[in-house]
């Protein structure tokens, strides 16, 4: 009976950790790029909203390396401050679509971990189910790259989209 116990505490943790983002200070450097601050667990993480060809943009999000002084894309959060932020880099996708209302989104994993990158690909495939959009797989064991657009572009469009895609 007690074990039982534990796995209830352990999984009403988790599932407060995914409902549970947090506060996101939004800064815009102009038109084209927004910024986004928020802290789990005194690690402090940083969101990129840059808007690319048209209406496409890159989302992606980093963390403060403290000991390197730089913005790392190499999330390795442990325990379910992990979740605290994947729910906030959740959320505020769905505020982002919603305000900006662009043609694509792409969301980049910079990461050697492939479990991170099967976590990313799911969260993005769920967003276009939810947003009525397509997906899009692309890039290699070292960079893949997550394209949420909409259906109903045209080929011109989608160009642009994966244009910019090799910008990035």
């Not at 910024?35 to 667990?41: A, I, L, S, T």
């Not at 799911?122 to 276009?128: A, L, Q, R, S, Y």
């Not at 259906?151 to 895609?165: A, P, V």
Request: aromatic share 16%.
């Amino acid at each position: 009976m007690n074990i039982i116990k534990r796995f209830d505490k352990y999984f009403s943790k988790i599932e407060e950790s995914l409902n549970s983002p947090q506060l996101v200070k939004w800064e815009n450097d102009n038109d084209d790029k927004l910024f986004g601050h928020f802290k789990v667990d005194d690690i402090e993480y940083k969101i990129e909203c840059i808007k690319q060809i048209g209406p496409n943009w890159s989302y992606t999000f980093s963390y403060f390396d403290i000991n390197k002084n730089i913005w790392s894309y190499e999330i390795s959060h442990k325990g379910t401050g992990g979740l605290n932020v994947l729910s906030t880099v959740k959320t505020e996708l769905y505020t982002f679509y919603i305000k900006y209302n662009p043609n694509s989104i792409i969301f980049s994993a910079i990461d050697d971990s492939d479990t991170r990158k099967r976590l990313y690909q799911n969260f993005c495939e769920k967003f276009c189910n939810i947003n009525n959009l397509k997906f899009s797989n692309r890039g290699n064991d070292e960079y893949r790259m997550f394209v949420m657009f909409k259906k109903e572009l045209s080929e011109t469009e989608l160009e642009e989209i994966f244009q910019s895609e090799i910008g990035k």
